[in-house]
Structure formats: structure tokens, C-alpha cells
């Protein structure tokens, strides 16, 4: 191994893991790969460290997140930021001075009191505070119209040059080599796996490769043949000459109303937007080669903010400006950032994509992107951040420059239950689009498609806290499909089809249930990993001796594609394939499906016991019918071409059957505790934590049974039990701490009103043990209001199942 220095011209022939890219993400792999004992690891940078969005960030530092694990991820930033000046002799600028959230508004207010309680689940110290004590902590500010605030006093900020520069030395002390003006020109692979990159000066071979070049991300991924969803926007902020009043460090005060931060900066101010309508460009224009560039000020688009600015700090009206600032960042389609694997090339890391927390999370981003790297798996589940996320419909330039200003516009918009993008619409269609339209449905965006979440309102609806506008409607597809018959579109399911000899074989190492059920019979099962932890779990139909279906989640398809396909061995005679687009998925739910069924002229779909599939035609369509539920009702899945769709809606539709949405179909899986993965699962959980033991078959040699059999001796019930709310006008959404006797036992994870029980029912992640839990009374805390609520171990709703087994 070479030892590299700063400016050095040599490159090494070999390194084990090289880094693209010189921002706080690259300098933070780079570390953190260090510290993993990887210390021959290289970073490579086209420019000068920092040079690309990093050195102009305004570098704050904000625990909360919408979730544990990325908050974690900040908590860890704000614990390395703190000490690597310690361990380095190198300063990262940290000043823990606090941040403040203010409210002009009622729901504002209660967005910011959710994040409060959001706080307390996770560990972050935050606590609502009066108006007065908001004024005393930043005194230059206009309160007249505030009427609430939260003070997180853990939140701070950095300098990011001296960050990086600290990050690079701790690296440096431990091996690593830093080459800036080393452009990388070409990505090297064989056999789908990265070996090598080509620079101006030569080839390096290596074992992975780290992408984390922010906004240009994109193309420099086409490199490696992956396609990843990255744009641009234009983001601003101004900076104003020293101002009277401030002396030393203050929080950072966030107006978000007014889509405002302010700190202070060198004794005078930084007024940072995140303005609804924000402007995209094009990374071409963006340029490469011209290090710590800026774009063009636009004092037309940034006035209305200016105004906003004014209102807040009336001293801005004498401040002088310095400049105001228009850097670029790079924005995903649903606003969180790319960690981990690609899909498409072995060895090929992504972190980037960053959204504008690129600071705040960078330190905690490059340690988890290094144990992924080096341990095989993050420090925690992250899901959310997994670059397999994103269907391809996704990586288009007129996608990708609709969403990102969107994504951007909405980064401090209020969080109501059901807001849905307004861009970057209509870029996959369901087999039964047109059949929709005449029906009036709202549609919400899940994986590129378009899928209805209720009928007969195709209007905006106005977004609110408490009881939504299509609370009624809803509840009338629920009736419908409870007590009478009602369709559902499935069609968004990923369908992954698994043939060949070994098909059974390898099904059953990848998976946890007995996969060597005969064919014509319907499996629940997961893939866990080597932890135990489940990373998918799913639904499969044996077709034939060497042919299995596997029904997944909606946004898991490309994931446990790679999934599957990295569990292959050269041995394994088994083929794997996408069928998603060309089966459509359609749901007959309810106690008068029987008869629909004759209707139809398929009265022998009655006989069809629980669990299993067969293949029948109804009215000259070839259709597989499953016998199972995912809203507790008897009734049938049909699996059929997505061609013949529209014919099967219209025979169905002719029975009489009305149509119901998503919405319809999250309370009943809720009422039924039926998880979702992504909302009460997910790869830190195991099956048993779960409740799902009934999925795993002992006698089977799985991926991750020695940890689950570990994990059988500790693991005593469920962890995850259903709560009542008694007051039927809470709304918890999921996400909502839990309390019991004043101590916090467990969140919320997915959360809707219960319409055949007539209460709101939330499903919970609990940590109550020793105590019996059946009938114990809990507290929901929604927006810091405890809603008294009951433990119900089983389904809230038809317990034993009967309504299914009919
Ligand atoms: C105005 C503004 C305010 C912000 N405020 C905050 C904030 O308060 N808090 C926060 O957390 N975040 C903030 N951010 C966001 C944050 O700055 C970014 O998320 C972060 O800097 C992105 O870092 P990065 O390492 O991903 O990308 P970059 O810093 O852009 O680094 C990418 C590097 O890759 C190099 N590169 C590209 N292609 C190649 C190649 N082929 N070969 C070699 N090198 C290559 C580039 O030269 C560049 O140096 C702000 C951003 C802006 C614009």
C-alpha cells in the first residue's frame, strides 16, 4: 500500500475501496472506511475538497428526523462534530447554540408539537416553549404573530471546510490517500462488479467503489450502467453585514411558515429559504471544472422571502447585504437521500442525493455507508434510504426536473396525513387507469403508479389534522366491502417470478417459511437476513414443481430482486424475473363475493380453501385465483394478464361490485393487523418480535434461522399488539410516542380509524414486557395530547379469521 499525501500526482495501482468525490459525504466515508480498518482506502476528487456544494452549505445541524434510525444518524454527526477536534487537533467549527421552531399557525403549531412528541420517542431534547422565552432567546425577532415554539437545545451547527479538513486528516492519520484535481472519467467493471476507475492519469483497480458526488451524481452513475433519481435545484440564502444586536452565537430560528432559517453569521445574518416554488437546472449548466462555483443571484425570485425575512428580523430593513447566495443541491423524488448497494452493479455504494441535510447527516451517512461497505450491513434498518427504492420511471430528466423543485418547495411544508406530489405525475400506468377515471378517484403516487385511494372525488382535498374530508367516503367503501362485495386494485404489487430445478431449494434457504408446499398452494413468508431481521416479507404461489410467484410490496420489487440475485450461487439452476407490469393484481373482497362468483359464472371459486390458488376463467379470461385477504373479508386475489384487466373490472363491475381504495384497504389491514413492510417491519425487527413465528418453518435451514432460533430463548409474545383509542376524534398517523403510567412503552408504527370497529386502532411497537398486556391501558401521544387508548393483543377485528374461511 501507498501512502498518500495532499497534491501527490502518484496514483496507487490498487486500492481496496476508492471514494468519488471530496464533500462532506466522500470525506466522511472516507473516515469512517478508515476507522473500519480499510486503510488503504483512496479518495478521489476532480477539483478541491469541498469544492462542490460543501463549502457554501449554511451547515446546520438538526437531530429530528422522521424516523429513529436517520435521526440516529444526526445524533451521531453531533457526537463526531463535537469531538474530532479532540482526536484530530483539526476544529470542525461545532457550536451547539440550539435551534428554535416557531408557529404562526394552528396546524403549524401542531406539525411543530408532533415533532415534539417525534422528539421525545427518539431521545432528542426538545420542549415547547412561550412566546416570551422564544423572544428572550432571539431577541431581534418580531413575535407579534407567533403563537407557539419548541426549543431543541442538543441542535448546532459546523463549518464544513474545517469539517472536512478534520474528517481528511483523521483519515489520513489512519492511512487513507486523498488525490484532489483527479477527475474520475470512467467506471471499470466485470461481470456486473465494479473493478477499477479510469482518471486522466491512469487506471486504479479496487474492490468497490463509493459514489458520493452530489449533484453530478447522476451522470457519474451511467458510468457503472446505474440509473439513479438525483436533480438539482437552485438554493439560496442571504448574507447580510455585521447588524446591531447580535453578539455571539445564536440558535438557528426557524420560521417555517414563512419558509425561513436565520442564524447569525460573523456578527451579522444568514437568511436561508426553502421557497415553495423553487427553479431546478440542469447539472450540464451547473458546470464541472470551475471549483467553488456559485450561480447567478436572482433577487426576483428570492423577494417574496425577502419580505417574508423582513417581517420576521424588522432590523433587516437597515442591515447591509453581502450577498446573497444561489448554491446548488441535489434533491431525490421523494426527498431522502441514496445510502447503500446499487441495484444494477456489485460493488457500486451510493451516498448521495442529500436534500439539504448533507451536513447535518453526513457524519452519521459515511459510518453507516462504511460498515455497509466493509460489515455487509448498516448499523441500523435504512430502509428508507436504500437506493433499490426507486423504479426507473423515476430517472427521467423531465421527472427529475418537475419533482426536485417540488421536493425542495416542500421541505418545510406542514406534514398532513394524505398530502400527495403534485409533479412528476402519471408516469406508470395501472392496467386499469382508464377503467378509474369514470369512477372519480383520488390518486395517491406509490411507486411511480398511479393507484386510487378513494372513488367519487377526484378534487384536491383540503389537508387537515383531525378527521379528514374523505372520512365518510371511505368509511362506504369499507361498509361496501364488509357488508356486501367491493374491488380492489393490487395491481402495484411487485410480482417476481422464480423457476427452474433448484427453485424449491434455494426458495427455501431464501426464505423462511416451508417453501415445499405443493403446487396450488399460497405461502406467507419473509426473507430475513443473517440477524434474523426481515427484509422482505411476502406472499408466494407455488405454479409449478419449478415455478414459484412471489408477490411483494409495492416499492421492494428492485430490492428483493437484488436480493434474491446476490443469494445465488453458480450452482443454483434458477432463473429470476420481473413480471410486474405484465400481471395486474385485482381484489374481490366482501360476504357476498360467493355470489358474485356464481354470477360471474365461477361458482366453483366457493370451494377454493383458504391458502390456495387455482387457475380458472372467468368469462373467458384466464385468471389465478387465491383464496386469502389482506382486509379480513372472504374473497379472492386475481392474478390475470395486465391486457385482460379492463375486461375482468367490467365482468366484475356487471356483478354489481363497487370499487374501493387504498385508504379503504389500510384501515381494514390495520383493524386486522395484517404488517406492512416500511411501517411495522423492517430489517431490524425479527420474525418472532413481529408475531409472525407462524411464517418460519423450524425444520428448514433459512438465512438468518441460527439468529432467530437465538432470539426464540429471549423473545416472550409479540412486540407488536393493536391499540384502541377511546376518543374516536384522535388521529394518530403512526410515528406517535406510546405511554403507560407515564413511561414511554412503544410507538405508534401504522395508524388509521377502524370503521368495522368504530374506533381509531393504531398498530404498536411495544416494550412492555413482564407485564400483562392484553386490556392495559396506554396513552397515544398525539401532537403532546395523551389519547387514553387499550391494548388488544390480537386483531382488533375478527380475531380468529372466520370471515375469511367462509
Ligand atoms: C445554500 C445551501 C444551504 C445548505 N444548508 C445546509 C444546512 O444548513 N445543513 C445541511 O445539513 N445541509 C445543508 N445544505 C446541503 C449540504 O450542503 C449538501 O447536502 C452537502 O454539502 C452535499 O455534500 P456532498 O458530499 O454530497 O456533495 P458535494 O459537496 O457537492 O461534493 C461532491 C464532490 O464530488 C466531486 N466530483 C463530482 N464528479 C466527480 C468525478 N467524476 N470525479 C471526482 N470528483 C467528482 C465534486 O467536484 C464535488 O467536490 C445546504 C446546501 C446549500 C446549497
Avoid at 7 to 25: E, K, N, R
Avoid at 98 to 106: E, F, H, K, M
Avoid at 145 to 169: E, F, N, Y
Avoid at 336 to 364: H, I, Y
Amino acid at each position: 500500500m501507498m501512502s498518500a499525501t495532499q497534491g501527490q500526482a502518484l496514483l496507487p495501482g490498487h486500492a481496496s475501496v476508492i471514494v468519488i468525490g471530496g464533500g462532506i459525504m466522500g470525506c466522511s466515508t472516507l473516515y469512517h472506511l478508515a476507522k473500519e480498518g480499510v486503510t488503504d482506502a483512496i479518495l478521489l476528487e476532480r477539483n478541491q475538497l469541498t469544492s462542490g456544494t460543501t463549502w457554501h452549505s449554511a451547515a446546520q445541524v438538526r437531530a429530528l428526523r422522521s424516523t429513529r434510525n436517520l435521526t440516529d444518524l444526526i445524533r451521531y454527526s453531533i457526537s463526531l462534530y463535537s469531538t474530532l477536534e479532540h482526536e484530530t487537533g483539526q476544529a470542525t467549527g461545532w457550536i451547539n447554540k440550539g435551534s428554535l421552531s416557531i408557529a404562526t399557525q394552528p396546524d403549524r403549531l401542531i406539525h411543530i408539537r408532533r415533532q415534539e412528541a417525534l422528539a421525545h420517542l427518539f431521545g432528542v431534547e426538545a420542549q415547547s416553549i412561550s412566546v416570551g422565552e422564544a423572544k428572550e432567546r432571539w431577541p431581534l425577532m418580531n413575535t407579534e404573530d407567533v403563537i407557539g415554539a419548541v426549543w431543541s437545545p442538543g441542535d448546532g451547527r459546523v463549518s464544513p471546510s474545517d469539517l472536512c479538513a478534520a474528517l481528511t486528516k483523521g483519515a489520513r492519520q489512519r492511512g487513507a490517500g486523498i488525490f484532489e484535481e483527479t477527475a474520475v472519467i470512467g467506471i471499470l467493471t466485470e461481470g456486473n462488479k465494479v473493478v477499477g476507475v479510469e482518471t486522466p492519469s491512469g487506471q486504479i483497480r479496487c474492490d468497490a467503489i463509493v459514489l458520493c458526488t452530489g449533484l453530478w451524481s447522476r451522470r457519474n452513475a451511467q458510468m457503472a450502467g446505474v440509473d439513479i433519481p438525483v436533480w438539482p435545484c437552485e438554493h439560496y440564502y442571504l448574507l447580510t453585514k455585521p447588524v446591531e444586536g447580535i453578539v455571539g452565537n445564536l440558535p438557528s430560528l426557524s420560521d417555517h411558515d414563512h419558509h425561513l432559517y436565520i442564524r447569525d453569521d460573523s456578527g451579522g445574518l444568514l437568511i436561508g429559504c426553502f421557497e415553495p416554488h423553487a427553479k431546478s437546472i440542469s447539472p450540464e449548466l451547473i458546470g464541472e471544472h470551475a471549483p467553488f462555483n456559485l450561480l447567478p443571484e436572482d433577487w426576483t425570485h428570492f423577494e417574496p422571502m425577502m419580505i417574508n425575512a423582513m417581517h420576521r428580523l424588522p432590523c433587516l430593513e437597515t442591515a447591509e447585504v453581502r450577498m446573497l447566495l444561489n448554491g446548488p443541491e441535489s434533491f431525490t423524488p421523494d426527498g431522502s437521500f441514496l445510502l447503500g448497494e446499487s441495484a444494477e452493479t456489485r460493488g457500486f455504494f451510493l451516498g448521495c442525493g442529500m436534500n439539504s441535510v448533507g451536513v447535518a447527516t453526513g457524519g452519521g451517512a459515511g459510518m453507516a455507508l462504511a460498515q455497509i461497505i466493509v460489515r455487509g450491513r448498516p448499523p441500523a434498518d435504512l430502509h428508507e434510504v436504500d437506493p433499490k427504492r426507486f423504479p426507473a420511471c423515476f430517472n427521467s430528466v423531465a421527472a427529475l426536473a418537475a419533482r426536485a423543485p417540488e421536493v425542495l418547495g416542500k421541505h418545510y411544508a406542514i406534514t398532513y396525513p394524505g398530502d400527495q406530489w403534485d409533479s412528476a405525475r402519471n408516469l406508470r400506468r395501472l392496467p386499469l387507469q382508464d377503467q378509474w377515471r369514470n369512477e372519480k378517484p383520488y390518486l395517491g403516487q406509490f411507486g411511480g403508479w398511479e393507484r386510487p385511494l378513494y372513488f367519487h372525488c377526484d378534487r384536491k382535498p383540503t389537508l387537515r389534522f383531525n378527521r379528514p374530508e374523505w372520512f365518510e367516503q371511505v368509511g362506504r367503501e369499507v361498509r361496501q366491502a364488509h357488508e356486501q362485495a367491493a374491488l380492489f386494485d393490487q395491481s402495484t404489487f411487485g410480482k417476481i417470478r422464480v423457476e427452474g430445478p433448484d427453485a424449491e431449494v434455494f426458495l427455501n434457504r431464501v426464505c423462511a417459511n416451508d417453501m415445499s408446499k405443493p403446487v396450488g398452494r399460497v405461502v406467507y413468508t419473509a426473507m430475513l437476513n443473517e440477524h434474523g431481521g426481515v427484509e422482505s416479507d411476502l406472499t408466494s404461489f407455488r405454479l409449478g414443481d419449478e415455478c414459484y410467484r412471489l408477490y411483494v410490496g409495492t416499492t421492494a420489487v428492485k430490492r428483493d430482486i437484488a436480493w434474491l440475485g446476490r443469494h445465488l450461487t453458480a450452482r443454483d439452476r434458477v432463473r429470476i424475473r420481473d413480471e410486474t407490469e405484465t400481471y395486474a393484481v385485482i381484489g374481490l373482497m366482501g360476504p357476498d363475493t360467493a355470489d358474485v362468483a356464481v354470477r360471474m359464472g365461477a361458482g366453483e371459486l366457493n370451494n377454493l380453501p383458504y391458502f390456495h390458488h387455482t387457475g380458472i376463467e372467468i368469462a373467458g379470461i384466464r385468471v389465478r385465483a387465491a383464496r386469502l385477504s389482506y382486509v379480513g373479508e372472504a374473497g379472492w386475489e386475481f392474478t390475470c394478464r395486465a391486457e385482460d384487466a379492463p375486461a375482468l373490472y367490467g365482468v366484475i363491475r356487471a356483478s354489481g361490485v363497487r370499487s374501493a381504495g387504498l385508504f379503504a384497504q389500510t384501515s381494514m389491514r390495520i383493524e386486522k393487523r395484517y404488517l406492512s413492510f416500511g411501517h411495522d417491519l423492517d430489517t431490524g425487527i425479527n420474525l418472532l418480535q413481529a408475531g409472525l413465528g407462524f411464517a418460519v418453518d423450524w425444520n428448514s435451514d433459512f438465512i438468518g434461522r441460527t439468529a432467530l432460533l437465538r432470539a426464540k430463548e429471549t423473545t416472550s409474545g409479540s412486540h407488536i399488539v393493536s391499540v384502541l383509542l377511546e376518543d374516536d376524534r384522535g388521529c394518530p398517523l403512526g410515528n406517535e410516542p406510546v405511554y403507560h403510567d407515564g413511561a414511554l412503552v412503544g410507538q405508534t408504527t401504522s395508524a388509521a380509524f377502524g370503521y368495522r370497529v368504530g374506533k381509531p386502532v393504531a398498530l404498536v411497537h411495544l416494550n412492555m414486557s413482564g407485564k400483562r398486556l392484553d386490556g392495559a391501558r396506554v396513552q397515544v401521544d398525539i401532537a403532546r395530547q395523551l389519547f387514553e387508548s387499550t391494548i388488544v393483543c390480537r386483531p382488533v377485528f375478527d380475531p380468529d379469521g372466520q370471515r375469511m374461511r367462509v
